[in-house]
């Protein structure tokens, strides 16, 4: 996949969580094992340090306690505390990771595509099991307008507009799939019209038409785009 993907897109589409919630996981549960140590071992009071102190992970921690109410500005953390709501602390995390990945893709200036694509921290895509490796590949590219179009986001292209219709239109995912009218005779023989709608498109992607539709149809589209776009090269 082009370097430029967004990690959120990564996230959504295979269904993993960051990386944060992985060592959060193992490092909650170290520190309540230092809590049942002795209090002149080493561990233990390192650990109650970075408590008093509010250092490192008991910062973070305590950040992650007061935005959920757990305690007050003025609080520190304790040691009855953490071992009281030691099993809440993963779930508080991946509330708050799964809100600024909401976020992120909401917010998103240049993948505008994303949010309507149902993405998920949970589990991932439908596609990835019922389709190859190369169709999935493909299928991730679209969802997350990482193909080579030339206005892919981020891509750092002067020229962007669709050099296959020129309409002076910019050939994004949108375009390529659902509205350049040199491929409107291809949406014509799979969906009985020229042109497809927003939600057609969204629908499309999402794999409402089955996803070995979509492959079949996108396998149509490249190949005629990819004859067209070398004509055009030999002509110059």
């Known amino acids: 996949m082009p370097v430029n993907t967004t990690n959120y897109c ?17 490092q909650i549960s170290y520190i309540y094992k230092t809590l049942k140590l002795g209090q002149d071992r080493i561990p233990y009071k390192i650990t109650k340090m970075c408590m008093e102190k509010n250092l490192g992970w008991a910062q973070f921690l305590r950040r992650l306690s007061i935005k959920n109410g757990l305690l007050r500005e003025r609080d520190l953390l304790t040691s009855d505390f953490i071992q009281e709501n030691f099993g809440l602390f993963s779930s508080l995390l991946m509330i708050d990771v799964k809100s600024k990945f909401e976020g992120r893709v909401n917010g998103a200036e240049k993948h505008l595509l994303y949010k309507y694509l149902r993405p998920n921290l949970e589990e991932p895509q439908g596609y990835f099991a019922e389709c190859t490796y190369k169709e999935s590949l493909m299928i991730f590219k679209l969802r997350t307008e990482s193909y080579d179009v030339e206005a892919r986001p981020y891509s750092g292209k002067q020229f962007i507009n669709c050099r296959v219709c020129h309409s002076g239109e910019p050939e994004t995912i949108a375009h390529f799939v659902a509205e350049c009218s040199f491929f409107s005779n291809i949406r014509k023989k799979v969906f009985k019209k020229g042109i497809l709608f927003q939600t057609e498109l969204i629908a ?33």
Not at 13 to 21: A, F, I, K, M, Y
Not at 223 to 236: H, P, Q
């Open 10 to 26: 990564v996230l959504g589409e295979l269904g993993l969580q960051p990386l944060v919630c992985y060592t959060f996981k193992i």
């Open 204 to 236: 499309l992607l999402n794999g409402e038409y089955t996803w070995k539709k979509l492959i079949s149809f996108m396998n149509k589209m490249i190949k005629v785009r990819d004859k067209k776009l070398r004509i055009g090269e030999f002509a110059l």
